[in-house]
């Protein structure tokens, strides 16, 4: 008999920093990864196309959405770059199946917080204050468990 191959739920995943789960984020988005096209044409070809051949590979922000807490981690990690000590950390983005298993993960390596954004008020609402955290990085790794 053949297995159902069910997709994942986009809601059940943790983030792991330096191989610690940190406090449970509500959304975390720009895992992805882009090659630059560098066009090329010989002049002997008498085609009409150029060939296109892969440049550098660039690697987006990882974005990281929580609501606020009491835990100033993630802003301390921020506050060294801002002040010229950057703290270079690897990291994952976990995505569990419905036994909340490790299914597969984000790796990204030599991470470093570029932005950081604090929650935007509103005395109208009662939502709830969220915390977003940017993060450069120079590669993203696909890992099956």
Do not use: C, H
Request: charged letters at 25%.
């Amino acid at each position: 008999m053949a297995t159902r191959n069910d997709p994942y739920g986009q809601f059940n995943f943790q983030v792991k920093i330096d191989g610690i789960v940190v406090a449970g984020f509500s959304e975390v988005s720009g895992l992805t990864t882009d090659t630059n096209i560098i066009e090329y044409r010989e002049g002997s070809e008498n085609v009409g196309t150029v060939r296109k051949l892969p440049g550098l590979m660039k690697y987006n922000n990882i974005v990281l959405k929580r609501g606020w807490t009491a835990d100033t981690k993630l802003w301390t990690w921020r506050k060294s770059v801002i002040d010229g000590k950057t703290q270079r950390k690897t990291g994952s983005i976990v995505l569990l199946d419905e036994s909340r298993s490790p299914a597969l993960s984000w790796e990204f390596r030599e991470g470093w917080p570029s932005k950081w954004e604090g929650p935007a008020l509103n005395a109208k609402t009662s939502e709830v204050a969220i915390e977003t955290l940017e993060i450069a990085n120079e590669g993203i790794e696909l890992a099956t468990t």
